[in-house]
């Protein structure tokens, strides 16, 4: 099963504020722990909010931009990992063990990834697309 692991953002992230070099060694132990498992598939961490742009989507209109920064911090995303592992338990313990070395207050929040057997509605060739292009991006990495 895949997961992807959301780190929220903090006021800092927000801020532009960069890791400690402490913290940013430390991460760097971690990654390379769950690279060694096999359990890491990807990982980044993300600019601020400032940075960025939503597309808002609405009914029967044409999507409109809104930049950034955005409001709410504790409800946007700081960083990701995109884990595998046998259950949810399993990336729960890997992610306990996550540094917190500048100890600050930090919020983690871990999602299951939909597999294509999670849809009732997707057709046989639909999967037949989904399963090629997922081929296709992997040998672009």
Request: hydrophobic share 40%; proline share 5%.
């Amino acid at each position: 099963m895949r997961f992807m692991v959301i780190v929220k953002a903090s006021e800092q992230s927000e801020g532009g504020q960069s890791p400690s070099a402490e913290l940013l060694a430390d991460m760097g132990k971690f990654n390379e722990e769950l690279v060694k498992a096999g359990v890491m598939l990807a990982g980044e961490g993300l600019r601020p909010s400032s940075e960025g742009a939503r597309i808002v989507f609405s009914p029967d209109v044409e999507p409109s931009v809104v930049d950034g920064p955005f409001a709410e911090t504790k409800e946007l995303v700081g960083g990701f990992w995109i884990l595998q592992g046998r259950n949810k338990e399993e990336i729960v313990e890997w992610i306990k063990r996550m540094p917190n070395t500048d100890g600050a207050h930090h919020q983690v929040e871990i999602r299951r990834i939909a597999e294509a057997s999670d849809f009732e509605n997707l057709t046989p060739e639909l999967a037949a697309r989904e399963d090629r292009l997922r081929r296709q991006v992997e040998g672009q990495a």
